[in-house]
Nanobody, 118 residues
Framework: QVQFVESGGGLVQPGGSLRVSCAAS????????ILWYRQAPGKAREYVAT???????MYADSVEGRFTVSRDDVKNTVTLQMNNLRPEDTAVYLC????????????WGQGTQVTVSS
């Protein structure tokens, strides 16, 4: 079954850093884009960042300048480096693939929990 497995979440203090990863069970080099989303309790899923097949990146305004997305096509992994974390960044972080129309391709996985709290 095609899927992503997210990992690396945890508890961090405000201002701290955390790196979460998204491992694919297939070759990602042919995927148009890999997207990161997050979902806080009681809230809708929120877009976070994109990395395209060519390596171009895009970010939500709320994380621009603090988060960095990268990809490793040898390991079929996408990583989200999160710096200067804020309590409002607390959420379950999920990844998925998108086609050329940026339509999400696969069922969502369980994600990885990131909690920012003192």
């Amino acid at each position: 079954q095609v899927q992503f497995v997210e990992s690396g979440g945890g508890l961090v203090q405000p201002g701290g850093s955390l790196r979460v990863s998204c491992a694919a069970s297939f070759v990602i080099s042919g995927i148009n884009a890999i997207l990161w989303y997050r979902q806080a309790p009681g809230k809708a899923r929120e877009y976070v960042a994109t990395i395209t097949r060519s390596g171009a990146t895009m970010y939500a305004d709320s994380v621009e300048g603090r988060f960095t997305v990268s990809r490793d096509d040898v390991k079929n992994t996408v990583t989200l480096q999160m710096n200067n974390l804020r309590p409002e960044d607390t959420a379950v972080y999920l990844c998925n693939a998108a086609d050329s129309d940026y339509v999400i391709q696969f069922p969502w996985g369980q994600g990885t929990q990131v909690t920012v709290s003192s």
